[in-house]
């Protein structure tokens, strides 16, 4: 069977399993700035400038080029975002000493509350001040078997995919579509569901208070513009578990393209709490 019909099943499946025993509704969420990510596959950091010269090399990928993700099928192109910078190497499966290009993703128009966006993971989610609010009243209405199917997905999201076996990602790609489409006429009266640009939910690491969007990358050409970057290496966590790095290149977005400035030794070492 391939992925393409293992998605299928579980969506078919999913669907139906979800109705009546699952709240989804949809939320209008702000993010000033949020970040993505890349394991830079150049050999040094200068054949990685000529690489990413341009802001698009940080954007998601060609549809054509994409395969099966946390959030999206094959031929499905979905920019993931971060809330911040501390748990990617953890998203990415990074090593220590890779190098890492960071782009952050500023919102155009400050204060602008955009979506809809599909939301998993609420117990997660309320661990965060600037966000916990608009998730206030999301269980009031909820039996203890709502909340534990929630807590449930929540927990399938932030779990790592094995290379072998079970595919992880084919459950959670379903899940993924069943939150953001709209869905077909025979699941009309199931649903109460309308399309939405997003999906937010928990990241990998959880203890590094984070939590990741995948957005429709038409939707987030609209609202969000990269103008800084860098490229960091990875050096692990320290005691004190902070993620620590050498800040190895700083870019700035001009005219249309990244200009580089390499960062010295003495200044480079950072820490990320």
């Given at each position: 069977m391939t992925d393409q019909e293992k998605y299928s099943k579980w969506k078919k499946y999913l669907s139906g399993?979800?109705?009546g025993r699952l709240k989804i509704s949809p939320y209008n969420l702000y993010f000033d700035k949020l970040f993505r990510a890349r394991i830079v596959k150049q050999k040094s950091v200068d054949d990685a400038f000529v690489y990413y010269n341009h802001p698009e090399k940080i954007w998601n990928p060609n549809r054509k080029n994409t395969s099966l993700q946390r959030c999206n099928i094959a031929?499905?192109?979905t920019l993931y975002l971060s809330s911040g910078i501390r748990?990617?190497?953890f998203e990415l499966s990074a090593k220590i000493g890779d190098l890492i290009c960071v782009g952050r993703f500023d919102s155009i128009q400050p204060k602008l509350e955009m979506g809809p966006y599909g939301v998993l993971g609420i117990k997660y989610l309320m661990e965060f001040d600037d966000i916990n609010s608009i998730f206030r009243n999301y269980y009031k209405d909820f039996s203890e078997e709502n909340k534990a199917l929630e807590q449930k997905l929540s927990n399938?999201?932030?779990?790592k995919c094995k290379t072998n076996g079970f595919k992880l990602y084919c459950v959670t790609s379903a899940i993924s579509s069943i939150y953001l489409n709209k869905p077909k006429k025979v699941f009309k009266k199931r649903f109460k569901l309308n399309e939405k640009f997003g999906l937010v939910y928990p990241c990998v690491e959880r203890n590094f208070y984070s939590f990741n969007i995948a957005i429709k990358p038409s939707f987030a050409k609209k609202v969000y513009t990269?103008?800084?970057?860098?490229?960091l290496e990875y050096l692990g966590?320290?005691?004190?578990?902070?993620s620590e790095f050498n800040l190895k290149a700083t870019g700035r977005v001009k005219n249309n393209l990244i200009q580089w400035t390499k960062r010295t030794e003495s200044k480079s070492r950072i820490y990320i709490k």
């Open positions: 399993y979800f109705s031929g499905q192109s748990s990617l190497p399938i999201f932030s779990a990269v103008r800084n970057l860098e490229i966590s320290n005691k004190d578990g902070a």
